[in-house]
């Protein structure tokens, strides 16, 4: 007989861009988003889950008419008989839903709407090293207030976010600027209603980093030789119109350097003067008699410049005064200046947003892949926006929000040693008979029952080699040995792992003597023997190091 | 100027077949699944996390030759120059991703491997009413291990985990079946080798709850006219073969009747005796000396008929060994019949699994939507699987596993109150002043580091009439008010929300005096004062009801 031609194997691997995730790196992701669903439940916030699967219509951006209109999201056409099914696509945030479910139900929400919301968005991007295609977003946004102490209450949730999953005051900062302010820069340089000049002028500014104060200067004038050679044309300004954007844009340096001065991080009494200052200085256009001409130097040189650079803008000033209702709020709720602080500098996202915008920093240093120190950088960022629902009721709905980037905080609690690396795995009970498989069983029971991590070897028992090869993989603390002798007896050995691990890579021929790694203790003794273990070894019943 | 046309908006609603989840139906399904998550870590289960789409191709079931293969999975083509790129689809469930990620990792993975996952899953089918086309799954898997020790593991497991999340013990019960055992009856009918008609008497034993025995009797026999008048074809069995399978499904009739019996609930003293009797007998084919006349009678006749209904198919014996030393391992670990039960009437799902399968009901009674009682049902599943990996390694390994049905269980524990219902919303402190929302975002950050939920109102505040129905809304049991008289006095009103429904539905106008729902305080005492009013209805600090 013939044999019949198999189809290949299936090849077992994740789509390209996408990964999984193994046993830590989901608790530990978890974990730290209880505790943030924890703050955002105490600030009012309320839950909401929406569906992965949005109608592309309903997701926006795309164009029904188009043949597939899967640009930048996973999209397909639902099945039906004529061929007309609904586009349906993976959500490619966590805004886009909400918009949707505020227009969807708007009449039973509470207005204004306080909601958080925690899971995996989808981008059909082309995936890179480090970069996938699906990753978690949390975020909380209030829908329905034009008021600025939304703003301020979003920016206040967010500090003690960042401290209650474990980043220290002192390394974190929390910038607030406000969208306004450029558009009253732009309108001081006549460029108001020049929607595509002011449009290049931002991208120029979001440039800043990678080409210079030099580079910035060429590109909004008569335009710059780029590295590969190519010319890149100039966005035509006047000398006087380039001189107020390096003026916006070097705010930042001048900003960087007062964080890192004495006087930044000095905030013993009132922690909040400075805020209390900065909103008085933001109203006024001359420094408040209370400031010194040493204090606070760089700070308000900036404000001071940006009473300038707006000018005369109506909007400008209106950018001023928010930022410093902001200000006032914050204070009044004991956030500092060690924890936010008013920073025009903050350009990133501006484009989207239409009023405040804020960005949360980590402070302290890591080392980059050449081993280059440098800042951590950016985890959670955010502003209002006020069109939120416009596309589906004609409607305008204000709302401001904050989105962290789970991976980056995840990362950064890993590099502060604030979660991973402390858990062992499970107490493993070997078999060394296997008809007596249900005592071993009774064991891990009692473990158990007692609040211990703990669990039988199931593979097959014949090498006993195999077994202890396994509680090693399993990163066990201690290994239960019963055999026949022990049985007999009533005893059981209970190995050390971890003091055993010691001994083998450091510990001379007395020390091996003196601290035996394995002990006999009496079948009762079992748990009591091995809380004593874990708790030696600093952990608890879970096997964590709390 | 002719006004352009504008395109119509979009409609805010959800895919057919998808919905949201508003505020404590996500944090209740989180707060379970969290539980769970901690009976299964205990049990020395790792997470995993898989993405949410997957190959075509590592999913399977569905052919790579199909122009959409996109059989009841949401899949679309990945996009490619040349028109081939990979098809991927939407997880189904969580095995099939298990499956890939343990034949992709096996070589990293301890072995045997147990892991739990939860998350959503997809499936393209036609919704209706409590149908949803995305859902939650909750599995928990041993990989890798042949011994019925894994088995027993899981039960044991499964049944901590349903008084973990608040069903009390009685309220549910464990039944243990064997697909073996199945087996055996089949091969004792002579239809060892006939696949089809094997299949067609599954089919119907499935169909038992609908037609009972007689009609079971005429589908096994000659056929049978159904409900609409259409005839049905007969499986064609002789007599002799259909007594064999009402025997067999007659048990199910038989067990519920000894379920309900007072010696199935009687567990004082050694509650495990019965199990340990069950074990026996299934290895003999008598009743155990120290079973009764009257006792355990419809369990004990039902094993009785099995030992008769296999006769000497070896897979049948076998199925009866497997069972005793499930029952055996179950005992030595305490897990009596008020737990979990050998049960040979478990047939659903049989087809799928290759040896032990058990299923978690619960037993109490609720309202069907006629107002009828009956037994809330099945609320968990699973049992061993021998071809997890075999597609993608040829290697047949060894799988059992449970999948606990989320909505489901939540519902139940609804129905129990053990969850939902007493959550009450944040503290609202209204605004009186707009000029002093500082002061009122004061009063929150207060109640907040006091770990109470709080939120200032940040609607429009110049009606308090929308104010008071927005504490409404919320369900706030409390309201803070500082007008411009408090303010200048240092005091504040505390109006209690909860008495106040309260006094408005029933109160004489004496309590009504008697028992103020608003009181006046120093702003000093907010804090305490809140708390006071919390405890008094039994709240925590979070507003819920512990």
Chains 1, 2 share one sequence.
């Not at 919301?117 to 909380?140: H, T």
């Not at 102490?149 to 474990?166: H, P, Q, R, S, Y």
Request: proline share 4%.
């Amino acid at each position: 007989m013939a044999k019949q031609k198999k189809a290949p194997r299936p090849r077992a691997v994740t789509p390209k861009g996408f990964r999984d995730y193994f046993g830590a790196q989901v608790t530990e992701r978890a974990e730290m988003l209880n505790r943030i669903a924890g703050v955002y439940h105490r600030y009012g916030f309320d839950a909401l889950e929406t569906s992965a699967v949005e109608t592309v219509e309903a997701l926006g951006k795309f164009l029904p008419d188009v043949d597939r209109p899967n640009e930048g999201v996973f999209a397909w056409q639902e099945d039906d008989e004529d061929g007309k099914g609904d586009w349906l696509a993976l959500r490619y945030d966590l805004t886009a839903p909400l918009a949707r479910v505020y227009a969807q139900h708007r009449n039973d929400l509470p207005t204004p709407y306080r909601r958080y919301a925690m899971g995996p968005v989808w981008r059909n991007e082309k995936p890179g090293p480090g970069r996938y295609r699906q990753f978690y977003q949390c975020d909380a946004d209030t829908v329905g207030s034009a008021s600025m102490a939304a703003d301020a209450e979003i920016c206040a949730m967010l500090a003690d976010t960042l401290e209650e999953v474990g980043i220290p005051r002192g390394d974190y900062i929390i910038r607030v600027n406000n969208r306004k302010v450029l558009n009253g820069v732009l309108e001081a340089m006549g460029l108001a209603d020049d929607e595509e000049r002011s449009a290049a002028v931002m991208r120029t500014i979001d440039k800043f980093d990678k080409v210079g104060e030099a580079g910035v200067r060429e590109l909004l004038g008569k335009g710059r030789l780029d590295a590969s050679g190519a010319y890149i044309d100039g966005v035509g300004l006047s000398d006087e119109q380039i001189e107020r954007v390096i003026g916006y844009v070097s705010a930042k340096e001048t900003t960087a350097s007062y964080l890192e001065s004495p006087e930044a991080s000095d905030t013993s009494g009132e922690v909040s003067t400075e805020l209390k200052l900065q909103a008085e200085y933001l109203r006024s256009d001359s420094l408040p008699d209370s400031v010194g001409e040493n204090r606070l130097e760089g700070q308000f040189s900036l404000l001071n410049h940006l009473h300038d650079l707006v000018a005369d803008s109506e909007e400008g000033k209106k950018g001023l005064d928010e930022l410093a209702e902001v200000a006032d709020l914050l204070e009044a709720q004991g956030y500092g200046p060690d924890r936010i602080v008013i920073d025009p500098s903050v350009v990133r996202g501006l484009g989207y947003y239409t009023g405040p915008v804020y960005e949360a920093e980590l402070t302290f240093d890591i080392l980059d892949d050449k081993g280059r120190k440098r800042q951590f950088g950016s985890v959670a960022g955010g502003g209002r926006y006020d069109d939120l629902v416009k596309r589906f009721t004609g409607q305008a709905v204000p709302a401001t929000g904050i989105s962290i980037g789970v991976d980056r905080l995840l990362a950064a609690l890993r590099e502060k040693g604030r979660v991973g690396g402390t858990e062992s795995g499970p107490v493993v009970v070997t078999v060394m008979d296997r008809e007596r498989m249900a005592d071993y069983q009774a064991m891990v029971a009692d473990l158990r029952n007692a609040g211990i991590r703990a669990e039988v070897y199931l593979g097959n028992p014949k090498n006993f080699g195999n077994q202890m090869k396994y509680a090693d993989r399993r990163g066990a603390p201690v290994a239960v040995i019963e055999g026949g002798d022990e049985h007999a007896k009533g005893v059981v050995q209970i190995k050390d792992l971890i003091l055993g691990a010691q001994i083998a890579e450091n510990a001379t021929l007395e020390e091996w003597k003196e601290r035996p790694s394995q002990v006999e203790v009496p079948r009762d003794d079992l748990v009591a023997k091995v809380r004593e273990i874990l708790a030696a070894h600093g952990l608890d019943a879970g096997g964590r190091a709390p």
